[in-house]
């Protein structure tokens, strides 16, 4: 498979025109916010800075629900009603 290529024109305030076939790869619309970062091995990536933020919480959080002992989404949903109710 070969990777996805396009080009873009830099202005003379440094701005480009993200190609619509990468807008849509990266699910970015007006308004929101990209990610340039560098790799270790040189690449330049861009990334929806939205997706990103919640790669990395989603990371962060990885096993969190089995060091609380939740084995289940019904697990959580009943501690949060418990909580709930305990708050009244």
Excluded: C, W
Aim: cysteine-free; overall charge negative.
């Amino acid at each position: 498979m070969d990777a996805a290529m396009d080009t873009s024109k830099v202005t003379s305030n440094g701005q480009v025109t993200i190609p619509i076939d990468f807008r849509k790869l990266l699910h970015v619309k007006p308004g929101n916010k990209v990610l340039f970062f560098q790799r270790d091995n040189g690449d330049v990536v861009i990334e929806n800075a939205s997706v990103s933020a919640i790669k990395k919480a989603q990371m962060a959080f990885s096993g969190a629900a089995e060091d609380f002992g939740y084995k289940t989404e019904e697990d959580v949903l009943d501690d949060i009603m418990r909580l709930r109710y305990e708050k009244q």
